[in-house]
């Protein structure tokens, strides 16, 4: 479900939110998380579904933005990730799951860290992104949210062999303390001036 443009035409507001990390228990190997390659290595985090909730009803679009490139290198059949994306959907509230399959030496405008996919999803759904926030657990998170005008919050899951992001909006250790520092931010951007 779409909602209508916001009364003051500034558009739709959004959360976009990373896949793996952020919604779905990764898999982790040398200190780094991986997309789940099977459905039976599928599972979503329990406090994903009360957090989207939250946002839902305080008036966001959910926009799930991930990049697979194990589908693109042929790690994960296509089939399979549609009905990843299946479970995502019956679980949760999102309204548009944006993915890119492409690799990293494909270097295409829609692989995160480049803003591709959320500036797609912003023209298609009327989403007014700097009102809008970005939340991973990857550097090329924060980059793609910074890089398409929106506020960025970084979930801290200390990966030993990545590098956090140098500069967010905020950063925090679960997906509730995201949510409520969104749901307060959002309280701030739509106060009266």
Known sequence: MVMAADPAGRGNKAV???????????????GRSYAPRSLEG???YREAGPCLAQLKAAGFLL????NQPDVGAGLV?????????????EALCVDSIEVCTHTAEQRCFCRKPNPGMLLQAAERL??????SFM???RASDAAAGAAAGCQTAFLDLAYAAEAPPDHVDFRAT????ITNW??????AIGAPQ
């Open 16 to 30: 976009f939110l990373d896949r793996d990390g952020v919604l779905v228990i990764p898999e982790f190997r040398d």
């Open 42 to 44: 599928y599972e979503l």
């Open 126 to 131: 009327g989403i007014d992104l700097a009102r």
């Open 174 to 177: 679960s997906l509730s303390t």
């Open 77 to 89: 059949d296509q089939r399979d990730l549609d009905k990843m994306h299946d479970i995502l959907r």
């Open 182 to 187: 969104i749901l307060a931010r959002d309280c």
């Open 135 to 137: 939340v991973g657990d």
């Open 63 to 66: 926009i799930v933005v991930t």
